[in-house]
Every structure is written in C-alpha cells, then in structure tokens.
C-alpha cells in the first residue's frame, strides 16, 4: 500500500506501456480520474473505466503501431512530490521544465479551476502546483 496515489498511477501505467499490456488497474481516487481525463484527452491513453465493486479504475493503453507496439510516451514523470511540492506561475512552466520549451511533451497542473494540461492553463492565466510530465 503507497500514501501516494498518483505516484503508484503513473508507475503502474509506465510499467504496462514497457510490458505492453493492454490495461492497467489503479487505485480510484478523485485526483487519479481528473488527471485520467487530462491523459484522455491529449490522446495518451485510449479510455478508463471504473469498477465500483473493486474500488479501482481500469485503464486502457493506447500504443504506436498494430503490429509491434511502442508507448505514445517515453518519459512519464512526478515532478511535485508529498515531501516537497513545487508550485509556479503560468508564465514560469517553460523555465521550470526545460522540455516544454521545445512544445514536446504535456505537464499536468493543478489549478484553483481544477486539473489541467499547462497550455490550457497558461491560457486561462493558472498557475498551480506541477503534478506530473508527460513527454
């Protein structure tokens, strides 16, 4: 058992996309579904469902190619963590990770309007805590 879910989330989808497996299960949580959302719509994974019985939230994985299957991702990382959080403005995302200068790859933000990628949020003028990189 982990204290941080979204931590045990990425972990478990980076690890079925290196084993290729159609599906992942995580833990349902309010935070892990809105950052699913956010995966969902920019084409990371193809679709989630939840599963009440079990309290989880089963993923599908989406996958370059039908024949050998190589992630959409090659880097999923956490970059605030439960010991130490980072934060940043709208117009400091590009300084803090140095990727995102080049337009590859999305951040995950959490904002006062809720969980969003940072081009939405640069666009709606939100800064927040920086959950995770997806590059």
């Known amino acids: 058992m ?5 931590s045990d989330m990425l972990t478990r989808i980076r690890n079925a996309c290196l084993a290729r497996h159609n599906f992942a ?3 349902y949580s309010k935070v892990n579904l809105s950052i699913l959302k956010v995966l969902q719509g920019e084409g990371y994974i193809k679709n989630f469902e939840i599963e009440e019985e079990e309290k989880t939230v089963k993923i599908f994985l989406k996958y370059k190619g039908w024949w050998i ?3 959409l991702f090659s880097t ?3 970059i605030s963590k439960p010991g130490q959080r980072v934060f940043c ?4 995302f ?3 990770i140095d990727v995102l200068k080049y337009q590859q790859g999305t ?3 959490s904002t006062s309007s809720g969980i969003m990628n940072h081009k939405k949020a640069t666009q709606l003028k939100k800064g927040g805590e920086i959950i995770c990189y997806i590059g």
Request: a positive charge; hydrophobic letters at 35%.
């Open 2 to 6: 982990t204290n941080d879910l979204v």
């Open 25 to 27: 299960r995580v833990r």
């Open 69 to 71: 299957k190589k992630p």
């Open 76 to 78: 999923i990382r956490r």
């Open 89 to 92: 403005g709208y117009k400091n």
């Open 94 to 96: 590009q300084k803090l």
């Open 107 to 109: 951040a995950i933000i």
